[in-house]
């Protein structure tokens, strides 16, 4: 059986520093897990890899048993932590845009979330703010029906009440036996949604448990055992 | 999504030729029509008549003709690096390379298009020029543009292919920029700069050697000698795309390090 998202001895080199070390790391079906750790882990470099962005200096990504590809990136919907649009296209291009490259984008669905959060689909990206860029982004990204939700940093630039919405709305759009693999370094905020945690420190696993088992085992919260794990 | 890639290509990078165009044409009208009208307005009556501040403005608009002109040679060129590099390397990068879309078809439906308006550029400031000296020409003397002779398609042939190779060179050279840790552009001119250096080193032995003498025989030989050679020269030509295609292909599909 293949894993959704399955890391072999992963490592990447920058060159003034690892950022990942010797990765081993499984993701199963229909998990919601946060990937998180301080500022410089290598959470975006691991996000990054999978997404074949970056070249491994070593080891492998396998995404449903294949290394990042066209049949990958058929699957794999991706938030980066930067505003990825051009700036000339207006809301509803961009989604004209996915609509045209990804089969399984649900441009139904994407226009509904666009109405609820105030957006008009002849809004230019350039006019927009940071926070409704992330919007845009977050909408395109989850309304697609993929296997696997690479989402890097999805409410770190938006104010608290939209923060809700988006976490709602990951929640409530991915399919069932799809993977969410959310990195984020605000865990109180997203800690009730999660089912497994995986914590990354200087390019290493600390830890991968089941949220259950850090509240009933550890008789503690994801936020507290992070607090623990990280002390400064 | 060859198909696609393009028409996204074209969305993108027209918005920013066709003002220039319309530019273009525009001026070449305005100063066309001030010459044709006869009377006191074109630049020779202006003379003739020692009329210094009509002599200035006919200039001024005629200067800022060329610079149009100019201006949209450069822009074509600079467009085509820059649309390149911030579509695949830049932010635009993290939404182009995680599309489910081969390589080739990426490197395609970025070359088309930029071919497509290298060709559009060359044509439109060719209107403009004739525009300009509508009146004076002889419009039956063109008609021999309608003859064609193998050499005439040959030399067409010669002229689009190195419009490829070229293109094709800054995107290898900006791939091969993006091997660099850092200072990637830095290495990119180096890369370009070695492309060209070594391309004329190569040229410089092909055709100016002793024992083939193909440069001789293009300029003294007979017409079976031209032939030959403009031949050789495509070859050339094309030997050096398909090594850039090579390239960029490579790096793009086993080296990509976004920052």
């Known amino acids: 059986m293949s894993y959704t998202l399955e890391c072999q001895t992963l490592t990447k080199h920058y060159p003034q520093s690892l950022a990942l070390n010797q990765i081993n790391l499984q993701l199963g079906k229909g998990k919601i897990v946060g990937l998180l750790g301080p500022n410089g882990s290598g959470k975006t470099t691991l996000i990054k890899l999978a997404n074949g962005?970056?070249?491994?200096?070593?080891?492998?990504?396998?995404?449903?048993?294949?290394?990042?590809?066209?049949?990958?990136?058929?699957?794999?919907?991706?938030?980066?932590?930067?505003?990825?649009?051009?700036?000339?296209?207006?809301?509803?291009?961009?989604?004209?845009?996915?609509?045209?490259?990804?089969?399984?984008?649900?441009?139904?669905?994407?226009?509904?979330?666009?109405?609820?959060l105030g957006i008009a689909k002849q809004d230019r990206i350039k006019t927009m703010s940071k926070g409704t860029r992330e919007k845009i982004q977050l909408i395109l990204v989850m309304s697609r029906e993929a296997d696997l939700y690479l989402l890097d940093e999805p409410i770190g630039g938006v104010d608290p009440a939209a923060r809700d919405y988006i976490l709602d709305t990951i929640i409530t759009n991915y399919r069932e036996d799809a993977t969410v693999l959310i990195s984020t370094h605000l865990i109180h905020d997203i800690e009730h949604v999660l089912d497994e945690v995986v914590f990354l420190n200087q390019g290493r696993i600390a830890l991968h448990e089941s949220v259950k088992q850090i509240q009933t085992e550890r008789e503690t919260t994801v936020d507290a055992l992070f607090r623990e794990v990280f002390r400064c | 999504m060859l198909r696609k890639i393009m028409k996204y290509e074209?969305?993108?990078?027209?918005?920013?030729?066709?003002?220039?165009y319309i530019a273009v044409v525009a001026l070449a009208l305005f100063n066309g029509i001030l010459q044709w009208a006869g009377g006191d307005s074109g630049l020779y009556s202006a003379f003739a008549r020692a009329d210094n501040w009509a002599i200035a403005t006919n200039s001024l608009l005629m200067i800022v003709y060329f610079m149009v002109v100019?201006?949209?040679?450069?822009?074509?060129?600079?467009?085509?690096?820059?649309?390149?590099?911030?579509?695949?390397?830049?932010?635009?990068?993290?939404?182009?390379?995680?599309?489910?879309?081969?390589?080739?078809?990426?490197?395609?439906?970025?070359?088309?298009?930029?071919?497509?308006?290298?060709?559009?550029?060359?044509?439109?400031?060719?209107?403009?020029?004739?525009i300009l000296v509508a009146q004076w020409i002889v419009w039956q003397d063109l008609l021999f543009f309608l003859d064609w002779e193998l050499m005439d398609v040959l030399s067409l042939l010669s002229i689009v292919v190195s419009?490829?190779?070229?293109?094709?060179?800054?995107?290898?050279?900006?791939?091969?920029?993006?091997?660099?840790?850092?200072?990637?552009?830095?290495?990119?001119?180096?890369?370009?700069?070695?492309?060209?250096?070594?391309?004329?080193?190569?040229?410089?032995?092909l055709f100016f050697n002793t024992n083939t003498s193909l440069i001789d025989r293009f300029i003294f030989g007979t017409d079976q000698d031209i032939i030959n050679t403009t031949l050789i020269s495509i070859g050339f030509s094309l030997a050096q795309a398909v090594m850039h295609y090579v390239i960029a292909r490579y790096i793009l599909k086993n080296k990509l390090n976004l920052e």
């Not at chain 2, 074209?10 to 220039?20: E, H, K, N």
């Not at chain 2, 390149?84 to 298009?113: A, C, I, M, R």
């Open chain 1, 53 to 116: 962005l970056l070249t491994p200096t070593q080891g492998q990504v396998l995404i449903n048993g294949q290394p990042p590809g066209i049949e990958t990136k058929k699957v794999v919907a991706y938030l980066p932590e930067r505003t990825y649009l051009p700036d000339w296209m207006t809301a509803g291009k961009a989604m004209a845009y996915f609509q045209d490259f990804y089969e399984n984008f649900n441009m139904e669905k994407a226009e509904d979330m666009l109405v609820r």
């Open chain 2, 70 to 130: 100019f201006a949209t040679a450069v822009l074509t060129t600079v467009l085509i690096i820059r649309r390149f590099y911030t579509s695949l390397f830049k932010d635009e990068g993290y939404l182009t390379n995680t599309l489910p879309v081969s390589v080739d078809k990426l490197l395609l439906g970025k070359l088309l298009p930029a071919i497509c308006w290298s060709i559009i550029s060359f044509i439109v400031v060719t209107i403009s020029v004739l």
């Open chain 2, 163 to 205: 419009l490829v190779t070229g293109i094709l060179a800054f995107y290898s050279a900006l791939a091969i920029g993006q091997l660099a840790k850092r200072r990637k552009i830095l290495l990119a001119i180096g890369a370009y700069i070695g492309i060209v250096f070594a391309v004329s080193l190569i040229s410089t032995f």
């Open chain 2, 10 to 20: 074209f969305l993108a990078t027209g918005r920013l030729f066709l003002p220039a």
